[in-house]
């Protein structure tokens, strides 16, 4: 069982910064597809970005340019650099990983949930 704790939440006004951090309790970067996903209040769950076990990324038309998904060289950590901040941008964010073949932005394909860190950006 893989387990995924998320870090690096919290206030900030627009046009500010915050570092996600995605934490695994086992190396599991290693041919896994890793993502963000966030979840505004009334609104569904969106895919923001996702990393593939060679390095491709894709990102959320809404984010492109402001964000960056990252994984460290041990492959036990994904962070999301997130720049630019609006009030829009305001969720709980989530860190999930695919076990399987490709590596699509969407939440059913995704095996492994953590918890998530709550995101608000102030106008």
């Known amino acids: 069982q893989v387990q995924l704790v998320e870090s690096g939440g919290g206030s900030v006004q627009a046009g500010g910064s915050l570092r996600l951090s995605c934490t695994a309790t086992?190396?599991?970067?290693?041919?896994?597809?890793m993502a963000w996903f966030r979840q505004a209040p009334g609104k569904e769950r969106e895919g923001v970005a996702s990393?593939?076990?060679?390095?491709?990324?894709t990102y959320a038309d809404s984010v492109k340019g402001r964000f960056t998904i990252s994984q460290d060289n041990g492959q036990t950590s994904l962070y999301l650099q997130m720049n630019s901040l609006k009030p829009e941008d305001t969720a709980m964010y989530y860190c999930?990983?695919?076990?399987?073949?490709?590596?699509?932005?969407?939440?059913?394909?995704?095996?492994?949930w953590g918890k998530g860190t709550l995101v608000t950006v102030s106008s």
């Open positions: 990393i593939d076990h060679d390095g491709t990324t």
């Open positions: 086992k190396s599991t970067y290693s041919g896994y597809c």
């Open positions: 999930a990983a695919d076990a399987g073949w490709g590596c699509e932005l969407s939440e059913d394909n995704m095996d492994y």
